[in-house]
């Protein structure tokens, strides 16, 4: 098993930054073994892949957020991270920490984000 916490959520005005982290605990075989993704949920929204992540270090992102968007990992630290620059009002969202390991299915509980002037 593994579990997730995210943090560096926060209120950020449009055009700023905020890096998120997603610690893991638990079984390190699974998160350094995995890709690891966020996601997000804005209200009324449904759940939207952010970034991913392969346990080689490959990414991936939606087209609408490449180049705002960086996801990376640290598999010594057992954290993985999304650097978010530019922000903008339609990212206010719950962000969460993902992995799929074998068919099971793992989530942390989200850091909100809020941008707004």
């Known amino acids: 098993q593994v579990r997730f916490v995210e943090s560096g959520g926060g209120l950020v005005q449009p055009g700023g930054s905020l890096r998120l982290s997603c610690v893991a605990s638990g079984s390190i075989l699974i998160f350094s073994m995995n890709s690891i993704n966020w996601y997000r949920q804005a209200p009324g929204k449904q759940r939207e892949f952010v970034a991913g992540?392969?346990?080689?270090?490959?990414?991936n992102y939606p087209e609408a957020l490449k180049g705002r968007f960086t996801i990376s990992r640290d598999n010594a630290k057992l954290t993985a991270y999304l650097q978010m620059d530019n922000l903008k009002p339609e990212d206010t969202a719950l962000y969460y920490c993902?992995?799929?390991?074998?068919?099971?299915?793992?989530w942390g509980k989200g850091t909100s984000v809020t941008v707004s002037s």
């Open positions: 992540i392969s346990s080689g270090g490959r990414t």
């Open positions: 993902n992995t799929d390991a074998g068919g099971m299915d793992y």
